[in-house]
């Protein structure tokens, strides 16, 4: 199945797009991820992503895009994916579409180069709520805390390794309301893009994340047929 998940920052499609992912027996494969890695690499294009997610801003599309064509024209990719954070406005869904034609892949319910479109809709109070209070161990753990959520035992050290918490720069509450903003204005208009090709299915991306999880599990099952 060829799959994408699309809903403002913290509505949990990172977690979801791991669980589908493992469900169908599809890579997932998350922008967010990739830019990340070439960050802490200190790579030519982690400077220049760095500079844009530091401000709440979205990666230029010609970037972007490149990537995305590069991981998809991989060999575990021809049996179907699950994309998180691609794409992010109407331009880069329709490059999707060429991508996926270049690639070989016919186009089905009309006109759709997708299987499903999973749109995760929260609330953006709790949005803000959920990615300002997010704490990061600075030790290679991966440990994640949040202050209201999952707080660390020992305050702002991680109770399991003992590394220092620390918030990422893009979860400050004020990059996080322009991130919201952006999403609105730029991402949000894909939603009909989708809906009009008939593969759009919305969840609610509220409550506890295996009720999500069955949400989501339920949408792909029956877009599978």
Do not use: W
């Amino acid at each position: 199945m060829r799959i994408v998940l699309v809903g403002p920052p913290g509505a949990g499609k990172g977690t979801q797009a791991s669980f589908i992912a493992s469900h169908l027996g599809v890579p997932k494969i998350s922008t967010g991820d990739i830019f990340r890695a070439n960050i802490s690499q200190g790579t030519p294009l982690g400077v220049k992503a760095k500079e844009y997610l530091d401000a709440g801003q979205l990666v230029p599309d010609e970037l972007t895009i490149d990537i995305v064509r590069d991981r998809l024209g991989q060999a575990d990719a021809a049996g179907g994916f699950l994309l998180d954070g691609f794409p992010r406005n109407v331009a880069q869904a329709e490059e999707l579409d060429k991508i996926l034609a270049d690639n070989g892949v016919s186009p089905s319910a009309g006109k759709a180069y997708l299987d499903v479109v999973l749109d995760l809709e929260v609330d953006n109070g709790e949005v803000v709520k959920r990615i300002s209070g997010r704490r990061l161990c600075r030790n290679d753990s991966g440990h994640i805390f949040h202050v209201d959520y999952s707080p660390s035992k020992a305050g702002d050290k991680c109770d399991i390794c003992g590394g220092e918490l620390y918030q990422r720069s893009d979860d400050a509450e004020e990059v996080v309301r322009t991130r919201l903003e952006v999403y609105a204005a730029e991402t949000a208009p894909i939603i009909d893009y989708y809906r009009e090709q008939g593969v759009l299915t919305t969840i609610d991306a509220t409550g506890e994340v295996d009720v999500i999880t069955a949400r989501a599990f339920a949408a792909v099952d029956a877009a599978r047929g």
